[in-house]
């Protein structure tokens, strides 16, 4: 407990610095949704998005059919809130066990009574919490936001359903990244790469992912990227598929249990 | 006595590097243990080893009677240790610092770390950022100190205090002695550590090659004779006699005899312009260990 407080002591600063960067970039597309209304503003999305490669409006999932209803549009918006989301998730994991090292601080950490395990746990109780409270806020923003966009024949339940299978699974993805980087954190000395590799880690695997989208070939290596399990656009569309919340559940288990492996045999090279 | 650090052929590499070889070392209950050697020599990968921040290549460690990697947790709920460089949560201000120290220890007491505090002349509402390089170095030694431990490990405890704080830490050594608490002092200062350890350890190459006992090289009375003149006669050596250094116009040689008026019958036929007689320190001693 002493470890989870602390860290989310030490980790309060940069929660709230996402937190509003990735609120307010919610809250801001959110509110464009009157203007895509306009057929000459969906025209102009329309004419722009023939204009780019096809390769490339298939990787990005950047299809504007229906983005007229507003679960289809916040589900289209989202996805580039939900990139940020996966790679502030990823570095959050990747930060949580090297940047105590790479600061020298586990020399003191470490002399105290504590066990291995204690640290893994504390850290990753804390960063989980943090990571919790990241998507809570952005939640509440996107739900509230959606409010004050929300046409007259759709109801609000309705809306809020939509919303929440969109927030949850993309939430599942970013718990998915920030086990990966939990795990791949105990392979770091040195934090100081942890922002470069976080987003090195979410890029590398949404590419490999989108490579069957795109090729139509090679169709295993969509499971790639824990993104593709929660797609905004098919989860507003289909809900949530119980298989891929296994799947995720299954590398958020493993990645975890690797860490505690990893860290219990670990030298600090302080 | 009972051992309270017992090493085993404890060692250690990395890689193709060494870091400890073979090393064999007994520290027993309540003594002062000094730990000495060149920069490189391992001191800091022992002490690692020990508190189970490195795991042993081969080889075993006790500290109190328990397994330095199995029982690791046990070992540091007893042990304090201060590092050579402190590197602690530079936005924390040395109050919240000490109590999050604290917290890991049932025993420690408000009162006792307040009254280190005013010893060590903290200012608690500073933060660790803030500090000096001394000042971080007290802070590491209170939260050492406020947890009662039966042993301590230090790592160039008095590296950036001032001497007068450097003497307030060697009274508080001294009192946590009496108290029973084992000392394990790597220092590079000798002269701290003769005056503080009972005997001392010197490593090199990451391989032990001399423990001593500081009372027995006091017993010996050996001095160091420094003889400066024109015409010194440089071939006196003898069992007593050995010489140090020799350069012209001056010349060192330890003298490790009680037999004063042989050493002013030497001295007094070497037609000497100056010369200087003091005790042999430990330095003098093991100077060569750092060459």
């Given at each position: 407990m002493r470890i989870f407080k602390m860290e989310m002591r030490r980790g309060f600063r940069s929660l709230l610095l996402w937190t509003?960067?990735?609120?307010?970039?919610?809250?801001?597309?959110?509110?464009?949704?009157?203007?895509?209304?306009?057929?000459?503003?969906?025209?102009?999305?329309?004419?722009?998005?023939?204009?780019?490669?096809?390769?490339?409006?298939?990787?990005?999932?950047?299809?504007?059919?229906?983005?007229?209803?507003?679960?289809?549009?916040?589900?289209?918006?989202?996805?580039?809130?939900?990139?940020?989301?996966?790679?502030?998730?990823?570095?959050l994991?990747?930060t949580a066990?090297?940047k105590e090292?790479?600061?020298?601080?586990?020399?003191?950490l470490?002399?105290?009574?504590?066990?291995?395990?204690?640290i893994?746990s504390g850290k990753l109780a804390a960063v989980a919490v943090s990571y919790l409270c990241y998507?809570a806020v952005?939640?509440?923003?996107?739900?509230?936001?959606?409010?004050?966009?929300?046409?007259?024949?759709?109801?609000?339940?309705?809306?809020?359903?939509?919303?929440?299978?969109?927030?949850?699974?993309?939430?599942?993805?970013?718990?998915?990244?920030l086990?990966?980087?939990?795990?791949?954190?105990?392979?770091?000395?040195?934090?100081?790469?942890?922002?470069?590799?976080?987003?090195?880690?979410?890029?590398?695997?949404?590419?490999?992912?989108?490579?069957?989208?795109?090729?139509?070939?090679?169709?295993?290596?969509?499971?790639?990227?824990?993104?593709?399990?929660?797609?905004?656009?098919?989860?507003?569309?289909?809900?949530?598929?119980?298989?891929?919340?296994?799947?995720?559940?299954?590398?958020?288990?493993?990645?975890?249990?690797?860490?505690?492996?990893?860290?219990?045999?670990?030298?600090?090279?302080? | 006595?009972?051992?309270?650090?017992?090493?085993?052929?404890?060692?250690?590499?990395?890689?193709?590097?060494?870091?400890?070889?073979?090393?064999?070392?007994?520290?027993?209950?309540?003594?002062?243990?000094?730990?000495?050697?060149?920069?490189?020599?391992?001191?800091?990968?022992?002490?690692?080893?020990?508190?189970?921040?490195?795991?042993?290549?081969?080889?075993?460690?006790?500290?109190?009677?328990?397994?330095?990697?199995?029982?690791?947790?046990?070992?540091?709920?007893?042990?304090?240790?201060?590092?050579?460089?402190?590197?602690?949560y530079?936005e924390l201000?040395?109050?919240d610092?000490?109590?999050y120290?604290?917290g890991?220890?049932?025993?420690?007491?408000?009162?006792?770390?307040?009254?280190?505090?005013?010893?060590?002349?903290?200012?608690?509402?500073?933060?660790?950022?803030?500090?000096?390089?001394?000042?971080?170095?007290?802070?590491?030694?209170?939260?050492?100190?406020?947890?009662?431990?039966?042993?301590?490990?230090?790592?160039?405890?008095?590296?950036?205090?001032?001497?007068?704080?450097?003497?307030?830490?060697?009274?508080?050594?001294?009192?946590?002695?009496?108290?029973?608490?084992?000392?394990?002092?790597?220092?590079?200062?000798?002269?701290?550590?003769?005056?503080?350890?009972?005997?001392?350890?010197?490593?090199?190459?990451?391989?032990?090659?001399?423990?001593?006992?500081?009372?027995?090289?006091?017993?010996?009375?050996?001095?160091?004779?420094?003889?400066?003149?024109?015409?010194?006669?440089?071939?006196?050596?003898?069992?007593?006699?050995?010489?140090?250094?020799?350069?012209?116009?001056?010349?060192?040689?330890?003298?490790?005899?009680?037999?004063?008026?042989?050493?002013?019958?030497?001295?007094?036929?070497?037609?000497?312009?100056?010369?200087?007689?003091?005790?042999?320190?430990?330095?003098?001693?093991?100077?060569?260990?750092?060459?």
């Open positions: 509003g960067i990735s609120g307010v970039i919610t809250l801001l597309f959110t509110l464009l949704y009157p203007s895509m209304l306009n057929s000459d503003m969906l025209a102009l999305l329309n004419a722009k998005l023939e204009a780019l490669p096809q390769e490339f409006v298939v990787a990005f999932h950047l299809s504007s059919d229906d983005i007229t209803q507003l679960p289809n549009f916040f589900a289209y918006m989202f996805q580039f809130v939900l990139m940020a989301a996966c790679i502030h998730g990823a570095m994991g990747l066990l090297s090292e790479s600061e020298g601080t586990i020399e003191f470490y002399a105290k009574p504590v066990a291995r395990t204690q893994v998507f952005i939640s509440i923003v996107g739900v509230i936001s959606g409010m004050l966009v929300r046409p007259e024949d759709l109801d609000f339940m309705d809306m809020v359903t939509s919303f929440k299978s969109v927030l949850l699974g993309g939430m599942i993805a970013g718990y998915t990244y086990l990966l980087g939990f795990a791949v954190s105990v392979l770091l000395r040195k934090a100081k790469h942890a922002a470069s590799m976080a987003v090195m880690l979410f890029f590398l695997t949404y590419i490999v992912g989108s490579i069957p989208a795109i090729t139509g070939v090679l169709d295993f290596l969509k499971w790639v990227s824990p993104l593709n399990y929660f797609t905004p656009g098919d989860v507003v569309m289909d809900g949530i598929n119980g298989t891929n919340v296994l799947i995720s559940v299954l590398i958020m288990g493993a990645s975890a249990a690797l860490t505690y492996t990893m860290y219990r045999r670990r030298n600090f090279y302080v | 006595m009972a051992a309270v650090i017992q090493t085993q052929g404890l060692t250690k590499s990395y890689g193709k590097h060494r870091g400890i070889v073979d090393t064999n070392m007994t520290v027993n209950e309540g003594e002062i243990y000094g730990f000495i050697g060149p920069n490189g020599a391992g001191k800091s990968t022992m002490i690692k080893t020990l508190l189970n921040f490195l795991f042993p290549t081969s080889g075993s460690a006790t500290v109190l009677g328990l397994d330095c990697v199995n029982e690791s947790r046990r070992i540091k709920a007893q042990t304090a240790y201060v590092p050579s460089d402190i590197h602690y530079e201000t040395v109050g610092l000490l109590s120290s604290d890991f220890y049932p025993e420690a007491e408000k009162e006792y770390t307040q009254q280190l505090v005013q010893r060590f002349e903290l200012d608690t509402k500073k933060k660790i950022g803030q500090l000096s390089t001394g000042n971080k170095k007290k802070a590491a030694l209170v939260a050492a100190l406020s947890c009662r431990p039966k042993l301590m490990i230090l790592d160039e405890p008095t590296n950036g205090l001032d001497p007068l704080m450097r003497q307030k830490l060697f009274e508080a050594l001294l009192e946590q002695r009496e108290a029973g608490c084992t000392i394990f002092l790597s220092s590079h200062n000798l002269d701290e550590v003769q005056s503080l350890c009972s005997r001392v350890a010197i490593i090199r190459e990451g391989r032990i090659v001399d423990i001593k006992e500081i009372g027995v090289l006091s017993a010996e009375r050996a001095k160091k004779v420094t003889v400066i003149g024109e015409s010194i006669p440089d071939s006196f050596e003898n069992e007593a006699i050995k010489i140090v250094s020799k350069t012209k116009g001056r010349i060192a040689f330890t003298y490790h005899s009680t037999d004063m008026g042989a050493l002013l019958q030497l001295l007094s036929g070497m037609n000497a312009q100056d010369f200087l007689v003091e005790d042999l320190k430990l330095s003098d001693i093991f100077l060569a260990y750092y060459k």
